[in-house]
């Protein structure tokens, strides 16, 4: 039987089954038979509802310019509601925890005769870029398509353009032995990038890290923001995640407004965000778990420098022109008291002399 979704790029939940509580290793990338993708990055967000034991993960998979299209595979413990994110929901959260901004003065010398170098007003940097971008437009109807085994998995990529390579065909494989969901989404050409949101039950919040399938290229840095009731940290492999911990700090709920609206009133009240970034993710899935340590971690901020002049432009000219006043004062007495003298009028000449008595 086929239940339809909303409508949106083309999606599909392969039904492996019912739930199970061993978490599951990896996401699939399906290709399309004379093309492999190139998935650089992935942007999540894992938003943890403590309370009743819901996760709502939402993925950011964008695609490579005039590259081939995609389909990620994404396994789940339980059949998820699956639905189409708006694309300011990563970029909120990238606003949130993006450095703050310090300006710092510094003054310079006033160049004389031109315009002031502090009269400029401050140029900052404007918000960061909201990555996701909006909804990608409706691309094929979404259905649902049951699958008892891998074969049907298979039949499905096949009908919808997408082949499974050896190693994604024995990942299908180990995710109906355990019994997952594996909801597919695709990704590129007609679907665009798509902002895809995922809420089902769990027993702890977990993200797959890996990629499976045809794949091009080194495997795709991941950043995760993780929303939930206090700082979490990650466990990878058995040991503690290696993925830096760039931000961490409460948040208002307008900030994480999309999650918050995803939980549907469940959530807790006092909002935590904490942002994780592997740029080279060496284990299966990530598991995560409220940290011990729940101190605040933020971002160096940014220093923008803006120039004054000093002394202030104006009392630079007021002082060029005052001696400007001064030097024409001096050169002008100068040059009166040595401008060339007319010459004297010479004395009328003699007569001759007359002579005595005469």
Same mark, same amino acid.
């Given at each position: ?25 990896? +996401? ?34 964008? %695609? ?37 901004? $310090?300006? +710092?003065?510094?003054? +310079? ?29 409706? &691309? ?7 699958? =008892? ?20 065909? &024995? ?18 050409? %007609? ?42 940290? =990650? ?27 995803? &939980?549907?009133?469940?959530?807790? $009240? ?23 340590? $729940? ?26 022109? &005052? ?31 007359? %002579?005595?008595?005469?």
């Amino acid at each position: 039987m086929t239940r339809r979704l909303p409508r949106g790029p083309a999606l599909a939940l392969l039904l492996l089954a019912g739930p199970a509580a061993v978490p599951a290793p990896a +996401v699939g990338v399906a290709a399309p038979k004379d093309g492999r993708p190139e998935v650089r990055s992935v942007t999540a967000v894992v938003g943890w509802d403590p309370a009743t034991r819901t996760e709502h993960l939402i993925l950011s998979v964008p %695609a490579s310019p005039g590259g081939p299209g995609f389909a990620i595979l994404v396994p789940t413990p339980a059949e998820p509601k699956v639905e189409f994110a708006p694309g300011d929901v990563v970029g909120a959260l990238a606003q949130l925890t993006a450095p703050e901004t $310090q300006k +710092v003065r510094k003054r +310079v010398f006033p160049r004389l005769g031109w315009p002031s170098l502090g009269g400029q007003p401050d140029v900052l940097p404007g918000p960061p870029p909201k990555p996701g971008g909006p909804a990608a437009p409706p &691309a094929a109807k979404s259905e649902t398509v049951p699958a =008892g085994d891998p074969a049907k998995v298979a039949e499905w990529l096949a009908k919808a353009g997408y082949e499974a390579d050896p190693a994604l065909a &024995a990942w299908l494989k180990s995710q109906a032995d355990r019994k997952w969901t594996v909801t597919a989404v695709a990704v590129g050409g %007609a679907a665009g990038s798509p902002v895809v949101r995922l809420t089902f039950p769990a027993d702890r919040p977990v993200y797959p890290l890996r990629t499976v399938g045809a794949v091009a290229g080194s495997p795709p840095a991941h950043k995760v923001y993780v929303v939930s009731d206090g700082r979490y940290a =990650g466990e990878a492999g058995g040991a503690p995640w290696a993925a830096a911990v760039a931000w961490s700090g409460p948040a208002k709920p307008e900030a994480v407004g999309p999650v918050v609206k995803a &939980a549907e009133g469940s959530a807790p $009240q006092n909002w935590w965000v904490t942002e994780f970034d592997d740029p080279a993710p060496g284990a299966d899935e990530v598991v995560f778990a409220k940290a011990a340590d $729940q101190a605040a971690v933020a971002r160096p901020p940014t220093v923008v420098y803006y120039l004054e002049d000093y002394p202030p432009a104006w009392v630079m000219n007021v002082l060029a022109a &005052a001696g400007l006043v001064v030097v024409g004062l001096v050169l002008g007495r100068w040059l009166w008291r040595h401008r060339k003298a007319p010459a004297a009028a010479s004395p009328p000449p003699a007569g001759p002399a007359s %002579a005595p008595g005469g």
